[in-house]
């Protein structure tokens, strides 16, 4: 059971992988679903940032408009006895669809999402994604195409089915015996920027290992008591966050690497919101699962992740 409620790591759709295999099927159901447009990166949205549905007749107006390119259909699954799909395409005139208001990325639509429409979307993105950069067999080079309602691509040569892969990282909330956390900022952030650190699992690894390695990498802290927090899917562009805190055994010697991360900061819950209130730190997005985790620590006065079970 997650010690943190993500705001990401909900399943909102039953995904039907039985009705994967069944092409008449699907497109019975294409015909009444609704349907989530996702184009060069961003979805088409209402007013109120909510997403905007689509008819199978509307998106057939948009392919005829000739505003967008040739899309895939992609089934995202049932609920309520609803089909839901995302149909993916890109735009033709890339400049000009990026003054359009009705389209939003993901993280600007975070904050306005139901938790339907966030499953939705998350599951959108991150297999548009995968499809996008997955147009050629890895085995003989030549096209793939979509199959399997999206969730696979198979190789028009040699028959080879392609699967969607996701990247395990972890990202980790840094303690002291005093309850202070650190925060790191890397150079590519927006000025002023900090949150928890993070790396992805590499071959052979377990969880827990990447956690002593990531840190000890990044900071030149050593970490204990390991402890599990929750985990989040992170489309950006095809990743699941598995969060942990720890403690730190040398706090005192802890240091930038000066590559990735080039400023560390040991935070009290006071010198926090001191920062925050004169503009010297700014915290990550609230959709993230890092946010999440700073907010727990804030919120819980010390408190750890076993003793809130």
């Known amino acids: 059971m997650n010690v943190l409620k993500l705001p ?38 209402k007013a109120n940032n909510e997403l905007d549905f689509q008819s199978a007749d509307q998106i057939a107006e948009l392919v005829a408009g000739q505003n967008f390119a040739q899309g895939e259909e992609l089934f995202l699954g049932l609920d309520n006895g609803i089909a839901y799909f995302a149909w993916c395409s890109d735009a033709k005139d890339f400049e000009s669809f990026e003054l359009l208001e009705n389209y939003q990325t993901l993280r600007a639509l975070g904050d306005f999402l139901s938790q339907l429409e966030m499953g939705l979307a998350i599951h959108t993105q991150a297999i548009a994604n995968w499809h996008h950069s997955h147009q050629f067999c890895a085995r003989c080079g030549l096209p793939t195409i979509s199959a399997n309602g999206g969730s696979i691509r198979k190789c028009t040569s040699d028959g080879s089915e392609h699967y969607p892969r996701t990247d395990g990282a972890v990202i980790v909330l840094v303690k002291d015996k005093k309850d202070r956390i650190l925060l790191g900022r890397q150079k590519v952030w927006p000025e002023r920027r900090f949150s928890c650190f993070a790396g992805f699992v590499e071959p052979g690894e377990s969880f827990e290992q990447t956690v002593l390695r990531e840190v000890f990498e990044e900071s030149g802290t050593k970490l204990e008591e390991i402890t599990y927090l929750g985990s989040q899917p992170w489309p950006f562009p095809a990743s699941i966050m598995i969060s942990f805190s720890a403690i730190a055994t040398n706090p005192d010697e802890a240091i930038p690497d000066g590559e990735e991360i080039e400023e560390i900061r040991w935070l009290s819950r006071e010198e926090l919101r001191a920062a925050i209130a004169d503009e010297s730190l700014t915290l990550p997005p609230i959709m993230s699962v890092a946010r999440k985790m700073i907010n727990f620590w804030f919120e819980n006065e010390g408190a750890d992740a076993s003793s809130k079970r």
């Open 8 to 45: 990401l790591p909900s399943e909102a759709v039953d995904r039907a992988g039985e009705l994967r295999l069944k092409p008449d099927e699907l497109a019975k159901l294409w015909k009444s679903a609704r349907i989530v447009h996702f184009a060069s990166g961003k979805f088409r949205v």
